[in-house]
């Protein structure tokens, strides 16, 4: 069975950083690309990031490109967001998610941890 | 960015009842679209993709069809479980920019 758990979310000030984990297990870590995707209340559901399987490519979304950095550790079957320079509306539940391998559709999902940025 | 459109924003519907919801996209994703059914407290789950394949596990109630721009998710015969926000999604365009609908809530009647 496919599990994922995410950890890491606390609250922190605003310009303050954190790095969220994603503990995958049920299948071949090494074989997807990997997601980040986070939901709030003001913005719904909104794509942060993805990195292939051997992290050789990683892209962001435009609101978190330059401070927001996805990784990956195929040894430990572990995906990672670090955050940087955090602001408000970064404020939400941060999803780990996996595609198929061949397409950018979250087929699984964790159930996510939350992210509040707040002074 | 490709911006996508979800109606209605509510819909209000009794048990059994057969339901459209409806997806648009600001422009062309061919075929490149899912949908994800959402309760509270739980993370999205994908329903179609492709526009109109059904993912593993998913009753044939749901169908999903439509292509470029304009997209309908159909529910047969609504169910309980089914009361919930549904999603569509486009993965279209590189590099990929992936992008989500503001989402459509099917509440009882």
């Known amino acids: 069975e496919v599990q994922l758990v995410e950890s890491g979310g606390v609250v922190v000030q605003p310009g303050g950083s954190l790095t969220l984990s994603c503990a995958a297990s049920?299948?071949?870590?090494?074989?997807?690309?990997m997601h980040w995707v986070r939901q709030s209340p003001e913005k719904g559901l909104e794509w942060v990031s993805l990195?292939?399987?051997?992290?050789?490519?990683?892209y962001y979304a435009d609101s978190v490109k330059g401070r927001f950095t996805i990784s990956r550790d195929n040894s430990k079957k572990s995906l990672y967001l670090q955050m940087n320079s955090l602001r408000s509306e970064d404020t939400a539940l941060y999803f780990c998610?996996?595609?198929?391998?061949?397409?950018?559709?979250?087929?699984?999902w964790g159930q996510g941890t939350l992210v509040t940025v707040s002074s | 960015e490709i911006v996508m459109t979800q109606s209605p924003a509510t819909l209000s519907v009794s048990p059994g009842e057969r339901v459209t919801l409806s997806c648009r996209a600001s422009q062309s994703v061919s075929s490149d679209l899912a949908w994800y059914r959402q309760k509270p407290g739980q993370a999205p789950r994908l329903l179609i993709y492709?526009?109109?394949t059904r993912a593993t596990g998913i009753p044939a109630r749901f169908s999903g069809s439509g292509s470029g721009t304009e997209f309908t998710l159909t529910i047969s015969s609504l169910q309980s479980e089914d009361f919930a926000f549904y999603y569509c999604?486009?993965?279209?365009?590189?590099?990929?920019?992936?992008?989500f609908g503001g989402g459509t809530k099917v509440e009882i009647k």
């Open positions: 049920g299948f071949t870590f090494d074989d997807y690309t």
């Open positions: 998610a996996r595609d198929d391998g061949s397409n950018y559709v979250f087929h699984y």
């Open positions: 990195i292939s399987w051997d992290a050789a490519n990683t």
């Open positions: 999604q486009q993965y279209n365009n590189w590099p990929p920019s992936l992008t």
């Open positions: 492709g526009a109109s």
